[in-house]
């Protein structure tokens, strides 16, 4: 399993984009250096991934601070603080009830490094509250899987829908058939296509 580890991973990764599509060989180097963008492995790089669903990344980013400030960042601070504290730090009720089920399922963290990509996703989304995007997350920023990609991020959909000139912004399955040719580098391409999205709409697409 090819993974992201240092900067000479990136290079190689962008090195391929360039040689199979036209339009990254055009547009890829103004976007270099890319963001390695790893997170240490385990309970808090779930937490920020699912933290992350459907709100901002400044309110994600709010929130994680938060709990970190208020001792609620690892498995023993969610499972000690009442609903109340979590409350309090921004986490919705139904992620609160994520969280807990997290933690009481009792992951063997580590023991996901070994597994293929697909099968880290069916023990990922057989989590509470996990689906394939936030488990395409884990895989590609706690684990640094270098194919990983998460089709269903809307911010990836609307930099290719930009990059490409498509008349809209691909689904899941229109935007998997436009990155099959950038494999086995596709967490590159996601690096790179959020580095188009910051450069045309002036925010972060992930934290």
Sequence with gaps: MREIRAPADLEEGAAHLMRVCPVWARELPALLPLPMR???????AIRDALVSQQISTRAASAIGARLAAAGLADESGIAAADDEALRA??????KIRYLRGIVAAGVDWPGLRGLSDDEVIARLTALPGIG????EIYLKFA???ADAFAAGDLALAEAARLLYGLPERPGPAA???LAAPWRPWRAVAARALWAYYRAAK???GVR
């Design 202 to 204: 002036g925010r972060e």
């Design 143 to 145: 684990l640094g899987r």
């Design 38 to 44: 790893r997170w240490p492995e385990g309970f808090p």
């Design 175 to 177: 935007l998997t058939a």
């Design 132 to 135: 394939r995007w936030t488990a």
């Design 89 to 94: 730090a921004g986490l919705s009720r139904p």
